[in-house]
Every structure is written in C-alpha cells, then in structure tokens.
C-alpha cells in the first residue's frame, strides 16, 4: 500500500515532465490493408455514380498510404486528393469544412501553409474523437461528389476502426 | 509564301511518315486502375506472405504514379525508393536491375543524373507484347532481388489482361 502511495507521489511530481517512469506513447494506426479498402472503395463508389476519380490516404503524420489515380481521372485529381487529404487530417476535419471556415477570410494564414487546399472532398478518419489519418477524393463534378465517396470508403471498416 | 509552301509541301512528301496530310492519331495501350491495383496490392502481399513489409508503386506509361502503396512496418524510403525504381524501370524499359548492371561499369552514365533514376533493383516494366506500358518497382525486402520476385508476381498475376 505504501509503495501504491509512492508511485503515486511519483506520478503527480512527474505528471507533466520527463521522468525515468516515463512511458513510450502508444497509438493505433492504418494498416496497409485498411487503407487500401478505403480507397479502392471511395474509388468504386464513385465509378458507380459515373465519375472518375482519383484518391489518397493518409496516415498520422499525413504520410500518403496509398494513392490510386484513375485511368480516366483528370490531370489535376491526384494531387488535389492528396492535399484535400493531408488538410483533412492536418486540421482533424472535413476539408470542406476547412473551405467553409476560412471561406469568410482570404488571407488565413493556414492557407498560406504548403499542401492545404481549401477544397471539400476529403474527410479525417477517426477512431472515436482521435483522428488517425484522413482520404481525400478529386474528380467528381463537385466536392460534395468528392465527399460522399470519401464517406462510402470510411463506412466500409468502419467496424475495423477502433 | 510560295516558296514556303513548296517548301512544307516538298518536306511533307518526303517524310510522309512523321507529318503527313493523312498522319493519323496515336493509338496507345494504358494500364487501366484496376489492372494496375491488382498488380500493386498481389506484389505487396507477395512479398508480405515471405516476411518482407514494402512499399510497391505502380507507374504509367508517362511515368505517372496510378498506384501508390504503403506497407505496414516499412521504412521511411520505401515509398520513394519504390517510385524511383518503378521510374527507372520505365524509362529504361528494362528491369532496373538490369539498369544497375549496366550503369555499374559506367560510373558517370549520363542516365544517373537524371532526376530520380536509382540504380537499384526491384522494379520490373510492365509490357503488352513488345510494348512498355508502365513498370512496377517494389522497396522493403532484405536484397532487391526479392523485391524484384514480388513485382514478378504482381505482373504475371495480370498477364492474361497485358495484352
């Protein structure tokens, strides 16, 4: 019981800094696997609506984790998918959410930020309140078209993401 | 303005081929996505069913990306190196293994210095026929000869549909 006390003490003294009980962070990422489920889902719901698209995933530090163009997507889809995608997870919401906020301020700072787009399209993948990483869709006629093909990959492991 | 027309008319007759009246447009064969995921995801569980995490791209005939793949556990550079050897492999038109081979007496090739060729094995081109149409490089395994294997497998897991 003594000892319970201690580590206590010991816990609230280093609760904030370094400690030699420090603990390495633990967090659970996307597999290979459910990323390339996402995308290749997001791709086909899409291609069912009529539109070619490309997509990316991205992981928690916004490294791709698969990116998928196309054959017939425009020039432009890859790379507006991956930065709808790396916005999404950058600021833990929908990047049409992002172009609807800084909508109202041309000159915010966060667009000046390389790789962000202020373009809807793209949603942040959560494991509760946690965003893991995010995909982002291009080439639909319209980033709401983007989105719900975004939405259609999340919801196909939705069961996997937790 | 005559004879420029006779000019232009002269040089169009002889080289009929290349910029004659009747040239007629290119007709080119392209991986198509699912095609080329197929081939992408068959060489990264290859290769994860040996033991070996890598990280596999998919390139087209312009050397554009259509497949970009991740492996679980990879390094960093595997996602790089894998593009960079699916390049290669394209641009030369041959295995970059093959590429690496060649260059290794030649130390100053002039085809090093071009951006993002990588003397490495691991990529091999994707063909219809006698026909280039993309190449498929691979990046994580312990020698770019496995990684050579697994891009083998993506390609011959499509073969029927390459031509």
């Not at chain 2, 004659?20 to 095609?35: D, F, W």
């Amino acid at each position: 019981m003594s000892k319970v006390h201690h580590l206590v003490g010991a816990a609230l003294a280093c609760v904030l800094a370094t400690s030699a009980n420090a603990q390495l962070l633990q967090h659970k990422d996307l597999s290979n696997a459910i990323a390339t489920t996402i995308a290749l889902t997001a791709v086909d719901a899409c291609k069912e609506q009529g539109y070619n698209v490309s997509v990316h995933v991205v992981g928690r530090n916004g490294e791709v984790l698969v990116g998928l163009r196309h054959h017939a997507a425009g020039v432009n889809t890859f790379e507006n998918s991956w930065k709808k995608a790396y916005t999404a997870r950058t600021f833990r919401i929908a990047s049409g959410k992002f172009a609807e906020n800084v909508g109202q301020n041309p000159v915010a700072g966060q667009l000046f930020l390389a790789n962000i787009v202020a373009a809807r399209g793209a949603l942040p993948i959560m494991i509760g309140e946690e965003t893991i990483g995010a995909v982002g869709v291009s080439g639909a006629p319209g980033g709401d078209k983007d989105e719900v093909c975004a939405q259609a990959g999340i919801d196909k492991v939705k069961d996997q993401l937790r | 303005m005559i004879k420029t027309t006779v000019g232009i008319a002269t040089l169009a007759s002889a080289c009929s081929v290349a910029i004659g009246a009747h040239a007629q447009l290119v007709t080119v064969k392209q991986l198509s996505l699912p095609i080329a995921a197929t081939i992408g995801t068959t060489a990264l569980q290859t290769c994860k069913a040996q033991g070996y995490n890598v990280s596999v791209h998919v390139i087209g005939n312009m050397g554009e990306v259509l497949v970009a793949l991740r492996g679980d556990n990879t390094g960093p550079h595997t996602m790089e190196n894998s593009m960079r050897k699916a390049l290669t492999s394209r641009g030369t038109r041959l295995p970059s293994g093959q590429f690496a081979e060649n260059v290794s007496k030649t130390p100053n090739a002039g085809a090093l210095r071009l951006g993002n060729m990588i003397p490495a094995r691991g990529a091999l081109p994707i063909k219809a026929g006698e026909d280039v149409v993309g190449a498929v490089g691979v990046s994580g395994a312990p020698g770019g000869d496995k990684d050579e294997a697994c891009a083998q497998a993506g390609i011959d897991k499509v073969a029927d549909q390459l031509k």
